[in-house]
Nanobody, 115 residues
Framework: QVQLVESGGGLVQPGGSLRLSCVAS????????MAWYRQAPGKQRELVAV???????NYADSVKGRFTISRDNAKNTVYLQMNSLKPEDTAVYYC?????????WGQGTQVTVSS
């Protein structure tokens, strides 16, 4: 059973930056598809960014050019660098791992963008 532990959330002013981290257990991290999702109050959970083992990534249109997903396979860690944050980025951010048809979610980390 893969376990995911997220960190890095917090309160930031509009225009600021945060970096989220998600550490995964397991010895075959490089084979996992890793993604970040977010869920704002009263809204459905949505995909923010996804990255495969080779480093190829894709983003939601709402975050393109502002967010960067990356991974360090040696550290079993996936990151989400968030720049130029907006109030509408406020949400609980979740890390997700997919492998062989199975998914695991992290516990989530709160990101609040407010002045």
């Amino acid at each position: 059973q893969v376990q995911l532990v997220e960190s890095g959330g917090g309160l930031v002013q509009p225009g600021g930056s945060l970096r989220l981290s998600c550490v995964a257990s397991g010895s075959i991290f490089s084979r996992y598809v890793m993604a970040w999702y977010r869920q704002a109050p009263g809204k459905q959970r949505e995909l923010v960014a996804v990255i495969i083992g080779s480093g190829l990534s894709n983003y939601a249109d709402s975050v393109k050019g502002r967010f960067t997903i990356s991974r360090d396979n040696a550290k079993n860690t996936v990151y989400l660098q968030m720049n130029s944050l907006k109030p509408e980025d406020t949400a609980v951010y979740y890390c997700k791992q997919d492998f062989m048809g199975r998914s695991t979610w992290g516990q989530g980390t709160q990101v609040t963008v407010s002045s």
